[in-house]
């Protein structure tokens, strides 16, 4: 797994042993996606919720270890299954709305992951985010290839 930071976008990416149809679906089901994003450790999510259309809405729910409600939400913006998907994010409804894409390429021995996540108005916050990323790539590593 490789992470950069520049400016005000994040960037990972990781190669996962799995296709990039299964690993799009595991990103987009409202099934799956509470099975494999968290750790008791962070965070769990307990719902996820949707609408996978240009304009359609997603919801995630989440309980940190500490019991604090996490909600971050927004809409889909770009959707080339399985190959590339685009989203909005905010945070509990926060004021700042910032963007998230996922590049899955087939590639020997599996699908490189790239998760870009773009529009972060400081420094605390795209670090925080950088360090996020790192861990989901990695939860839905374990995930898909079980």
């Not at 400016?7 to 987009?28: C, D, G, R, Y």
Request: charged share 25%.
């Amino acid at each position: 797994m490789t992470s950069k930071n520049a400016e005000m976008t994040v960037s990972s990416e990781i190669t996962i042993a799995s296709t990039a149809q299964k690993i799009f679906h595991a990103l987009t089901d409202p099934a799956q996606v509470p099975m494999w994003w968290g750790d008791p450790d962070g965070f769990v999510v307990e719902r996820f919720d949707g609408d996978l259309r240009v304009g359609g809405r997603w919801r995630l729910k989440a309980k940190g270890s500490d019991g604090e409600i996490i909600v971050i939400d927004g809409a889909y913006r770009t959707i080339e299954a399985p190959h590339l998907l685009e989203y909005t994010w905010i945070v509990d409804g926060g004021p700042t709305e910032t963007l998230v894409r996922f590049d899955l390429s087939e590639v020997a021995g599996g699908t490189l992951v790239q998760v870009t996540h773009t529009g972060f108005v400081d420094v605390e916050s795209r670090d925080q985010h950088q360090r996020g990323w790192d861990k989901v790539l990695v939860w839905i590593r374990q995930y898909v290839v079980k």
